[in-house]
């Protein structure tokens, strides 16, 4: 765990975390263009943090502290940021006005789109790694944002859809790893080829093999 800590989140993570307070002071003081641009270096961030995590220090179940304490709080600080803070910093220095709760019915299918692009990003997640905090993390988000009323009927379909659709691609690609990865990998080695069994001697000719040696004829002179 020391060395994923090091080298793995390192000075990048404590970099990340600088530049949200940043973001955050630039926010609650409504410098938005500002605070586009950090929380933009903040995603960035924890992007090469995630990546050198899962190529060069990936989670073991024989290590999971690693992943409790590194790989969980990476993925989900990435995907707040990302899929929550991104967009909706982006809506307000574009001029939105999103004061609770009437910002869903005012903009309905810019809602839809945030959710749609972290949901279809979640479900591709689900379905090729497998990442059970990442998937979890969404539906989670996404219950939170259904939560929140009024709802608009665009944001409402997404929530729905992602959340019933983004467990059920988890599950089918983790029953589908189960069943086919067992036979992924094995390679034959050069002993193991199949034993040919030797052709049966016809009638008339003299067996000139034993087992499976050969006996030559100049043997018999």
């Known amino acids: 765990m020391s060395k994923a800590l090091v080298h793995g989140t390192g000075m990048s993570f404590v970099i990340a975390n600088w530049v949200m307070a940043a973001?955050?002071?630039?926010?609650?003081?409504?410098?938005?263009?500002?605070?586009?641009?950090?929380?933009?270096?903040?995603?960035?961030?924890?992007?090469?943090?995630?990546?050198?995590?899962?190529i060069y220090y990936p989670a073991a179940w024989t290590r999971p502290f690693d992943y409790?304490?590194?790989?969980?709080?990476?993925?989900?600080?990435l995907l707040v940021t990302?899929?929550?803070?991104?967009p909706l910093t982006a809506f307000i220095a574009d001029g939105h006005d999103w004061t609770l709760p009437r910002h869903d019915l005012d903009y309905p299918w810019e809602g839809f789109a945030a959710v749609a692009v972290s949901g279809v990003l979640a479900t591709i997640i689900a379905g090729w790694r497998r990442d059970l905090?990442?998937?979890?993390?969404?539906?989670w988000l996404l219950w939170c944002i259904g939560g929140l009323k009024p709802k608009s009927t665009p944001v409402m379909i997404a929530v729905i859809v992602f959340?019933?659709?983004?467990p059920l691609t988890f599950m089918a690609s983790l029953i589908l790893h189960m069943i086919y990865g067992r036979n992924e990998g094995r390679v034959r080695l050069e002993g193991?080829?199949?034993p040919r069994?030797?052709?049966?001697?016809?009638?008339?000719?003299?067996?000139?093999?034993?087992?499976?040696?050969e006996v030559q004829s100049d043997v018999w002179g």
């Open 68 to 77: 409790i304490l590194l790989h969980a709080p990476a993925r989900l600080f």
């Open 192 to 194: 193991e080829e199949t």
């Open 197 to 213: 069994v030797p052709p049966p001697a016809s009638r008339g000719t003299p067996n000139t093999q034993v087992g499976n040696h």
């Open 163 to 166: 959340s019933i659709l983004i």
């Open 23 to 54: 973001y955050a002071v630039a926010f609650s003081t409504q410098n938005f263009i500002p605070a586009i641009i950090l929380i933009g270096l903040v995603v960035l961030i924890l992007i090469f943090v995630n990546l050198r995590l899962v």
């Open 133 to 139: 905090v990442w998937s979890a993390g969404t539906v």
């Open 82 to 86: 990302a899929t929550l803070f991104l």
